[in-house]
């Protein structure tokens, strides 16, 4: 039978007759009382397209928790928008509306002695905070992430909130007219979802995942699709299994398991406020982690996608490319992330990427169509000391020059862009002379399809020293 150690402290004994009576009123039976007793914490609201579709997700979380042998009682927090309250004085509250998050997932789950939680939530702070409070609290729980936005579409290009931001710039600077500008603002957020591109919200659902705190390719599905309902009914599950077992968010949580969404952050090129997320969650979880760790694993990985704001793509392109198991199958491979670690799911990370294959398919000798392959015999023969080997040499025609500027450069080079990762401006030098800084980003190389998302490195991948 479920664990329900917590929850018959007040729902067993003659003396608890009185809170009976109340939970009999809720929907409680005869039958129920010995049943683990979950919350399911509801960042729903109409305040943002983030959160707008996590009523559909709390409903069937509910629905899903009885048929499994669960008690169910749901509860809501707060969330405000920062892409809303940006640029007025509303984005004061921004930060610390994390702490009210935390702190009321925190309040309701130990006022009521819940025996676990589900956390549903789709928003820059709805994702920390309710880490925070997971952390804190230390009894089974999950996150549910409530989806990413579905790109927008104008004059065939994908848009995201950020091109309505970048269309202000334009329309000051005189370069678009008010009918632009409009068109922009109107087709920019199409629908439900966090904002699209690597942002907060997908950058922390993609450490949440990482970190095994959040079911496989859950953090990058469209919020609108039939498989987040899916996922979320899943996630119950897994939840039902975790209060049963007690398996514990620290011990999922662990010095590892952050290593292993900081090197998901890295290689998906996410967005810098999870430092000052991921630190405030190890903090939580009694976790030693130190904003130099960032740094350091940073010279480890490659920046492996190409997605929003810097890039082209979406999250759900990635998601079209295999999502966040396919980034951590690549870094698994060669080294850079930790395949010990315990899941919510109950199984290592390892175990949960074995049926993982290149792009999410089954068959690995089915590829996506993506970069067409490089390999170790096409390697540019110039000495080390030949300046043609330098950044700038690929006019010379060597079509595997960026392997090269791994060898010469070590493991900070970014291999979708070209450039060193920490400041290099022979990419800005090169876009002034009306050249592509990189054979991967010139028309002709890109396959136009979800798979160009990665960088395909083919049967040599540039990671592997």
């Known amino acids: 039978m479920p664990n329900n150690s917590r929850s018959k402290i007040i729902t067993s004994g003659v003396e608890r007759a009185p809170n009976r009576s109340m939970l009999r009123a809720v929907g409680f039976g005869d039958d129920d009382f010995d049943k683990p007793i979950v919350g399911i914490a509801n960042g729903y609201s109409n305040i943002t397209p983030c959160n707008v579709g996590l009523q559909t997700l709390a409903d069937a979380a509910m629905d899903e928790a009885r048929k499994v042998g669960l008690m169910p009682q749901v509860f809501g927090t707060i969330t405000i928008s920062d892409g809303i309250s940006m640029g007025t004085l ?27 939680v589900l956390v549903i939530g789709g928003c820059d702070k709805n994702m920390p905070g309710g880490m925070i409070a997971i952390a804190r609290l230390n009894i089974p729980a999950i996150y549910v992430y409530g989806g990413t936005i579905k790109a927008g579409h104008l004059n065939g290009k994908d848009m995201t909130v950020v091109s309505a931001f970048e269309a202000v710039g334009e329309y000051l600077a005189g370069k678009i007219d008010d009918a632009a500008l409009t068109a922009v603002e109107k087709h920019a957020c199409p629908g439900a979802g966090s904002c699209g591109g690597m942002y907060t919200a997908n950058t922390m659902s993609s450490a949440i995942e990482a970190m095994g705190m959040g079911l496989p390719y859950s953090s990058t599905m469209a919020a609108e699709d039939d498989e987040k ?34 090197a998901v952050i890295m290689a998906t090129g996410g967005s810098t406020n999870a430092v000052l997320h991921l630190l405030a969650i190890a903090h939580s979880a009694e976790v030693d982690l130190k904003i130099d760790d960032f740094e350091e694993i940073r010279r480890k990985v490659p920046v492996l996608c190409d997605l929003k704001p810097s890039g082209m793509y979406v999250a759900t392109d990635l998601h079209k490319a295999g999502g966040i198991p396919e980034v951590m199958r690549i870094l698994l491979e060669h080294g850079l992330i930790h395949g010990d670690c315990m899941t919510i799911t109950g199984k290592t990370v390892a175990e949960n990427l074995e049926p993982v294959n290149a792009f999410g398919r089954a068959d690995r000798s089915v590829r996506a169509p993506c970069h067409p392959p490089f390999r170790r015999s096409d390697l540019c023969s110039r000495p080390p000391g030949d300046p043609s080997r330098k950044f700038g040499s690929r006019r010379s025609g060597c079509k595997d020059h960026w392997y090269q500027e791994f ?26 002379r009306g050249r592509s800084r990189h054979p991967l980003r010139r028309p002709e190389r890109r396959a136009r399809n979800a798979g160009d998302a990665f960088a395909d490195f083919g049967d040599h991948w540039p990671g592997a020293w």
């Open 407 to 432: 060898v010469d450069h070590g493991p900070g080079t970014c291999f979708r862009f070209g450039r060193r990762l920490h400041g290099s401006d022979h990419g800005s030098q090169d876009k002034r």
């Open 90 to 116: 509303g984005m004061k509250y921004s930060l610390i509306s994390r702490e009210v998050i935390a702190d009321s997932i925190e309040t309701v789950c130990n006022g009521q002695q819940m025996d676990g």
């Open 229 to 262: 309902v899916q996922s979320t009914l899943d996630s119950v599950a897994a939840l039902a299994a975790a209060v049963e077992n007690q398996l514990l968010p620290r011990q999922i949580m662990t010095r590892k398991a952050f290593e292993n969404a900081i």
